[in-house]
């Protein structure tokens, strides 16, 4: 055997193993770091398992050949993957799962047609989406982001819930006439004018700040009410101070007079008072005794008959039986 039939062989032989290598890769699940990685699967068609782009890969990610992935397709968050391109996918058993991917801002599916499910969120950079002959999705079909258009165009049956959302651009007039055509089997809504393209830092950012006035609510709350009881007590002290104390007498109480102070004679030691004399002619008296008045030596003695038996003392009174 020559040379030139040693080199021929080689070259077969080299071949055989790029191409034994090629099959191996397209039979299990691959992850794609870069795209020398991509270029391992230049000979695929199938797929057996998953594809999975790193969040290490940048750029361009094209698969010239794929048409089938058996498993699912997903570009982990935090990739700098700005454009995925699959020239010749039809099919892809698994779901596809494009989700806070903020670098991306192109996909190309145009050939995609059938889909077990589909995610694609909070993506800030991509604003239009199109699959033109994607036809059928088993599961879920959310879409979800600052999408300016979605274009469906060949779609025929989507199983599971839908959900779809873009910016105040996006129209959903297209998608809800498919609603009524009956397109969508399970759960169906369109909405435009809000963005799911909140990181996770923002998100803990607003959860952070809610906390915060929360608790700036609560302390001046707290504030307000404790100013308010010690206005309160305040008010309560100054009340107390200004009242005199409960054992001193009220100044609105009138001061007792001083009462005269009279010496009280024992019964024992009064004395009988002296027995009246008469004087003059006697008179008859209601009580039965007599009571007399001195006369005057100038004028003729006058009997008196006095109601209370008493002495008479002026001439104001006159006796019962006297003639005027």
Not at 91 to 105: E, F, K, P, R
Request: charged share 15%.
């Amino acid at each position: 055997m020559n040379f030139p039939s040693y080199l021929l062989l080689a070259v077969l032989w080299q071949t055989a193993s790029v191409i034994a290598d090629d099959n191996n890769s397209c039979k299990s699940s691959v992850t794609i770091n870069s795209q020398n990685d991509v270029n391992n699967l230049t000979n695929c068609e199938t797929i057996q398992g998953s594809v999975t782009i790193s969040s290490s890969a940048s750029g361009t990610i094209t698969l010239s050949n794929v048409e089938e992935i058996n498993g699912s397709f997903s570009v982990e968050s935090g990739s700098s993957v700005d454009n995925l391109v699959f020239p010749k996918l039809e099919t892809l058993q698994g779901g596809l799962i494009l989700d806070n991917v903020d670098s991306l801002s192109h996909i190309t599916f145009n050939t995609l047609e059938k889909a077990s499910s589909i995610s694609i969120t909070g993506n800030s950079n991509l604003k239009n989406l199109m699959f033109s002959q994607l036809n059928e999705v088993d599961g879920d079909l959310k879409l979800t982001g600052s999408f300016s258009s979605v274009t469906l165009p060949s779609l025929d049956q989507v199983k599971g819930q839908t959900t779809i959302r873009g910016s105040s651009s996006m129209s959903c007039s297209a998608l809800d006439a498919l609603k009524s055509e009956g397109v969508f089997t399970g759960s169906y809504s369109c909405s435009s004018g809000s963005s799911d393209s909140l990181s996770a830092g923002a998100k803990a950012g607003i959860a952070i700040a809610v906390v915060v006035v929360v608790i700036l609510i609560l302390v001046v709350v707290w504030f307000v009410l404790r100013r308010r009881r010690q206005q309160k007590a305040r008010k309560r002290s100054a009340s107390l101070e200004s009242s005199p104390p409960s054992d001193v007498p009220s100044s609105d109480i009138s001061e007792e007079k001083p009462t005269t102070q009279q010496q009280v004679i024992p019964v024992g030691e009064l004395k009988p008072p002296l027995p009246r004399k008469p004087v003059g002619p006697q008179a008859a008296q209601l009580d039965g005794r007599s009571i007399y008045e001195a006369s005057s030596p100038m004028s003729p003695a006058t009997v008196y008959h006095e109601m209370d038996a008493g002495p008479v003392v002026g001439s104001h009174q006159r006796p019962i039986h006297s003639e005027a």
